[in-house]
């Protein structure tokens, strides 16, 4: 078995690593979820037209990295031109307020009167919206640059499905590209990639149901 070749001694830590490929596809599927909820908010909200992302286990972990990615981008590109052009017609000291989430309600109507001017219409869940992403931005900026990384491991080039069926078929599918002693190191990486995307994609998700549950306040 591939645990007696590469952990003879550790067959608790080829258990650990198959756990975490398992919490690898929880995080990976959660995020593109989490994803379309914001885009549907956006749509709705903001009249944008942004598609569905879907989770392909068809193709390798770097191209649906890669999906993510574009979509973000899509995303964030939306938020910094209202961003920018609500910097431009903002007075500084409300533009301040707008950044620090400290809005009054004359304040609110304030940008209110700005995003129409912006995007043509306004209404209180749009102006909502659009303070949290302008104060989510950083979450969405760190969340990119995860996926980037992940995108760019040694991992990334073998197919998703694989991922997720554990560290057998990691090891099996990457035989041939690397040298049977940078096979541990790479599973390695992949644990250290994973101390760094969980908590990334906690803090995305969660930033995303903070703004639905903003957005719906506001409807009721």
Not at 52 to 71: D, F, G, P, T
């Amino acid at each position: 078995m591939w645990s007696d070749l590469f952990f003879p001694n550790n067959p608790k830590r080829r258990e650990e690593l198959i756990r975490k490929s398992q919490e690898f596809q929880h995080v990976m599927k959660s995020n593109f979820e989490a994803t379309n909820q914001l885009i549907d908010v956006m749509n709705d909200h903001l009249s944008c037209s942004l598609e569905h992302i879907k989770l392909n286990e068809e193709a390798s972990l770097q191209e649906n990295c890669n999906v993510m990615i574009e979509c973000m981008h899509k995303i964030q590109a939306v938020v910094e031109n209202i961003d920018k052009e609500l910097k431009e017609k903002l007075e500084p000291t409300l533009y301040e307020k707008l950044q620090n989430k400290s809005l009054s309600t004359t304040d609110f109507q304030l940008i209110s009167k700005a995003l129409k001017v912006v995007c043509g219409f306004a209404t209180e869940g749009s102006t909502t919206l659009v303070s949290l992403l302008i104060n989510k931005g950083v979450i969405l900026a760190k969340i990119t640059s995860t996926f980037a990384k992940i995108g760019a491991l040694t991992l990334a080039s073998v197919g998703l499905g694989v991922v997720f069926m554990g560290v057998d078929m990691i090891v099996e599918a990457i035989l041939g590209r690397i040298e049977r002693d940078q096979l541990e190191k790479v599973l390695e990486e992949y644990d250290k990639a994973l101390k760094e995307f969980k908590p990334a994609s906690l803090e995305y998700q969660d930033s995303i149901t903070y703004v639905q549950v903003k957005i719906k306040e506001i409807n009721k």
